[in-house]
């Protein structure tokens, strides 16, 4: 009695399977040349499709939830009562109100020009304070994507290298690896150019600045609202008893120049970026093609000279 040896199933001998897989002599079925392709190309896609899906994700909640939408317009003075006004911190047309209302009848009067330019630096701080939260959102968003991206992929990765290592390089099956090492490919280069384009640094600092834009217009409108000010939350004021008037040109002039300063940190661009492993790699490749330097012949290194 012979033995029929068994036969591949039916669907691998069908013209698509033909193509995009093959069946050794112990029926061990593994991706073609083109299945790789399209293996490679589904993770990719897949991965791609999650980046973007992640980013329009957060985009939709910062607009659901106004993180930076409740900066942009202050809310009228003489709103009627049916208007609801936009909500926001502080109320930007109050604020003013109270600077144009800062008067002394003293010698040392605040100046009209003063008061003008205290509303300039306001109107500064809360471009500042949007500008910022605009930018941090998206660095936010780039930076939450890309782990969102490396996580799935690293868990892909480590997956096939474990199911490799259980059954062997030779035994296992070669789709598999292909999604290994694509897997792999697409998290070590997620990981890469976010580290070159610094979504991380580039978040912090607009975080900071966006929060130090907000302590100003703060302590601005505080200020506005008493009369005076005891400075500001990154340079105080030594002393509870000093302060700056604002109804006397001299206490006008302090906080407008302190506020220069501030403001020169807020509007200085600072984009970070982080090329060392460009570098590194350019260096490796570079030392890898340079030849060898060889001593020169007759070198008596070592020797004692002979005298």
Known sequence: MTLTPPSPPKWTQRNWAKKL????????????????????CAIILLALGSYVWA?????????????????????????????TPTQEFPDLAQVIKNINSLNNTGGDAVLNTQKERLVSQLQQLDQAQRSACTIGIFFFAHR??????????????LAALAFVSKRGWERSNNAVINVGMTSGFILFSTWTFSQLYGQGINYES????????????????????????????????????????LKT???????????DKELKVLTTLDFGVDATFAQNAAIRIGLMFSPEEKAPSGSSKGKPNQP
């Open 55 to 83: 980013l329009r994700s957060i985009f939709h909640h910062a607009d659901q939830w106004r993180i930076c939408q409740q900066l942009t317009q202050p809310s009228p003075i003489d709103a009627p009562p049916t208007q």
């Open 206 to 245: 607009q975080r900071i600045k966006q929060s130090l834009a907000t302590d100003l217009m703060n302590t601005v409108a505080t200020a506005a609202a008493n009369g005076k000010s005891y400075g500001f939350p990154n340079s105080p004021i030594e002393g509870k008893d000093v302060f700056w008037d």
């Open 21 to 40: 897989i093959h069946v050794n002599r112990d029926l061990h079925v593994n991706p073609s040349f083109l299945g790789h392709i399209l293996i490679s």
């Open 144 to 157: 939450n994507a890309t782990y969102t991206i490396a996580t799935a992929t690293g868990i892909a990765t």
């Open 249 to 259: 040109a001299a206490g006008m002039g302090l906080m407008t120049k302190a506020l």
